[in-house]
């Protein structure tokens, strides 16, 4: 199962359209999807045509009690398309809470308890970083952040990321992130500039798909339908299409392929007289960087090349001893799946480890 967030604090950038049309796409390709309107104002709700006198509960009785769980609370949409809807009581949220330990993981531990397959859950959040995001942030693995054709998109990007480098010092909590240019029409000059920024700025973690400036979003929503089910031929339904592939498309790496004997001695870390090398098999990456105590866990690390064959490698001097180390791909902080030496690392992870004689 993936957690997805979708989180940005501005405004208006399209989190609600993406995780509406997203949850109907990746229903579509036979997933099992949950979306959960984790936003005060109730729009992934209403985008689904539900009225609040159309549920007793809601993402608000997931936060408070420990007894409801997502089976008792969610509204099925279609077979294999549920969702927990929200109202305006989930501003009391805040307050309620306000004595409570641990009360920034209230969501992550329902939803920890319920024994529903999902494949994906996504959560819409609201436009602001205060108890609901970060209780969506840390019940995930994985954050959205939909990014209009903006200045202030840029800088709203640059903020989210702050955020989750924060989470990562204080809570020892890694959410992989996902910059989505969304609601982009793009001829104009200089929203040609913001995209060639942003894949300057965020070449691990900028998605591929573009959601494109369309006012089919606005008719879906009003009609309380996704786009797909308006006019599945649009090219609105055709983005969302394009970007459920990408989204399950990346499950690969995230998923550790199993390890044998052969693949580790043929991949693993080897001392050579160029250095050590390092290779990763990670066929559908864009990009993958090597990061360790050597480097002091740099986020920016040594870029591994990207052989013929697929493979991705890189050689590096490194003082004999102990060493310990992670590959960055696309973003994701993962241990090298081709060595079987681990060490427990402090955020309840593994980081690989290398012993150069
Ligand atoms: N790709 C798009 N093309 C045209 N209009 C869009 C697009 N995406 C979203 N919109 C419209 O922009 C408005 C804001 O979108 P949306 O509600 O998804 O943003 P949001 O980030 O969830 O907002 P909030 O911060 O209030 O939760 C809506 O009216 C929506 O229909
Ligand atoms: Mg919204």
Redesign the pocket.
Known sequence: MRVVA?A?Q??????????TNLAAALAQLGHKVLLLDN?P?G?ATLSFGFRERDFTLSTYDLFLTTDILVEDAFLEIEPGLHLVPAGVELSAVEMALAREPERDVRLRDNLRRSALPYDYILI????SVGLLTFNALLASGEVII?VDPSCYGLQAVRKMRETLTMLRQKKGHDVVPRVLM???DTRPLFVRKIMEELAELYPDDLMETI????????EA?GAGLPVARLDPDSR?AHDFRMLAREVAGKESLVAVPALDHWTALLHGPQVTKAGVRFEADFPRARSVRLTGTFCNWSAKGLALAKREDGIWEAHLQLENGRHQYRFIVDGAWLPDPHNTETVANEFGGANSLLLVP
């Open positions: 979708l940005n501005k405004g208006g950038c399209g989190k609600t359209t993406t995780a936003d104002q729009h819409d959040c609201p436009p939909p969304s609601g982009f959601i494109h400036h369309t006012v089919r979003f606005r929503a609105g």
